[in-house]
């Protein structure tokens, strides 16, 4: 295993080990920026929404900005699962602090820790989401 990968998986067993502790996630995005990795500034402003120097609108403006040409790379395997792979028109996720907290599917969604709908597709949506950070 590659030294990056390796040291990704640390950063994200921290992010787990206490998901409400926003030092952690603003350590990763500090790695990933070092990389030129752009989902370290989409952290870190996504953190700082309210709190930094800048306004919050104009966090958000940058945040979503990212977000639009980051996401199909962030989640593409997320939009398969969901059925949304190829529709440009939607956005299956939603992003707090960082990372995916919420994922639509057409006229459903799947929220972690609560109860979600039948299928392969489901059942492959909820491990995601319980692996990964809020």
Excluded at 102 to 128: F, H, K, Q, T, Y
Aim: aromatic share 6%; hydrophobic share 40%.
């Amino acid at each position: 295993m590659p030294a990056s990968a390796s040291a990704e998986r640390e950063f994200m067993a921290r992010i787990l080990a206490d998901p409400a502790d926003d030092a952690p996630r603003l350590a990763f995005a500090e790695w990933l920026t070092r990389r030129g990795d752009p989902r370290g500034e989409f952290i870190r402003l996504q953190v700082s929404l309210g709190t930094g120097p800048l306004s919050p609108q104009d966090l958000w403006q940058r945040a979503d900005a990212l977000r639009r040409q980051h996401e199909t790379a962030w989640v593409g395997e997320l939009r398969e699962l969901l059925g949304v792979a190829g529709q440009s028109d939607c956005q299956p996720c939603t992003f707090r602090r960082g990372f995916v907290e919420e994922a639509l599917r057409p006229r459903r969604r799947v929220r972690r820790g609560r109860r979600s709908p039948a299928g392969p597709r489901a059942a492959a949506a909820r491990r995601l989401l319980r692996a990964a950070p809020a």
